[in-house]
């Protein structure tokens, strides 16, 4: 087992993100937050057992444990069904991956955006998909955002539902963040002023709301007229900070282009792994 420090506190979506990452059973994450209690929780018995759990769960693909925690809450009982919405390509974040394959329920799959669909029926061939938007009033329209980074796409209503659960989701992609870890503005607040006055343009476009979604391959601009604003000149000459590597800058013409979405390495987070500490290996 590797042995894994812990600085802070985590969550499961930390956890889960960072096994992902580094190929980690999350059952040795886990039992390690929980010894070194990282890990939250006043019903300690219980935390304890759900951990346990998951020494049998195998090819988990959730972001947040829903599927493992949706089988321990069940165990024996009751009929094996799932409905999930948003399945994307059926693999990816799915939540219902695990409980169809490893432990045999039947459920069905419910994924509106079409740019997923050809994917989602071949992934999973023997699911019964619904493609069409599922919600509380029939005939209703609603707006839909179709994010060029597939995972993130959904009701424009529900765009900035994850940023408590799953920052990495919403918050690197908001303008004012992305404005800000280019250097065009020394603080977070600072970069929403510059958004808010119309000195910004995405794509040659003027966008004055700070929380507008990023998109891969997108260029943002100071627009022309405002290039020469000292606050800008002053945020770029800092030499604390560096600019990430998803962002390829033009400093000259500032301007510059959002490449991707943040790996997971390279958000801040509050683990320190130690490979060298290897006392034992799990094999299952």
């Known amino acids: 087992m590797q042995k894994i420090t812990f600085k802070n506190n985590v969550d ?6 960072f096994a992902n990452t580094r190929k980690i059973h ?5 039992e390690q937050a929980f010894n070194q209690n990282a890990l939250k929780e006043k019903n300690k018995g219980f935390l304890k057992k759900f951990i346990d759990y998951f020494k049998e769960c ?22 094996k069904t799932f409905l999930e919405f948003g399945a994307t390509d059926g693999l990816e974040f799915s939540n219902s991956f695990m409980l169809e394959n490893l432990l045999g329920w039947k459920g069905v799959l419910s ?10 029926k071949k992934n999973r061939a023997n699911t019964k998909i619904i493609t069409k938007c599922i919600w509380s009033e029939t005939g209703k329209t609603l707006d839909f955002f179709m994010s060029d980074e597939g995972i993130y796409s959904t009701l424009n209503d ?21 404005i800000y870890r280019a250097k065009f503005a020394t603080t977070i607040f600072s970069a929403r002023q510059l958004i808010n006055h119309g000195h910004v343009r995405v794509n040659g476009k003027k966008v004055n709301i700070s929380s507008y979604s990023v998109k891969e391959e997108d260029t943002i601009e100071i627009r022309d ?15 604390e900070r560096e600019t990430p590597e998803y962002i390829q800058m033009d400093e000259k013409n500032k301007k510059f282009k959002f490449i991707r979405v943040p790996k997971f390495e390279e958000v801040p987070y509050p683990i320190v792994m130690e490979p060298n500490l290897v006392i034992e290996y799990y094999s299952r």
């Open 12 to 17: 499961f979506w930390q956890i889960a993100s």
């Open 111 to 120: 994924e509106p955006s079409s740019q997923w669909h050809n994917l989602l």
């Open 26 to 30: 999350d059952f040795i994450l886990l």
């Open 158 to 178: 529900f765009v900035d539902n994850d940023k408590n659960s799953m920052p990495g989701n919403t918050e690197a992609r908001r303008l004012d963040a992305v």
């Open 225 to 239: 007229k405002s290039k020469q604003l000292a606050i800008v000149d002053i945020a770029l000459a800092n030499k």
């Open 58 to 79: 195998k090819n988990i693909k959730s972001q947040l444990y829903q599927d493992v925690f949706a089988s321990f809450i069940i165990s024996n009982k009751f009929e």
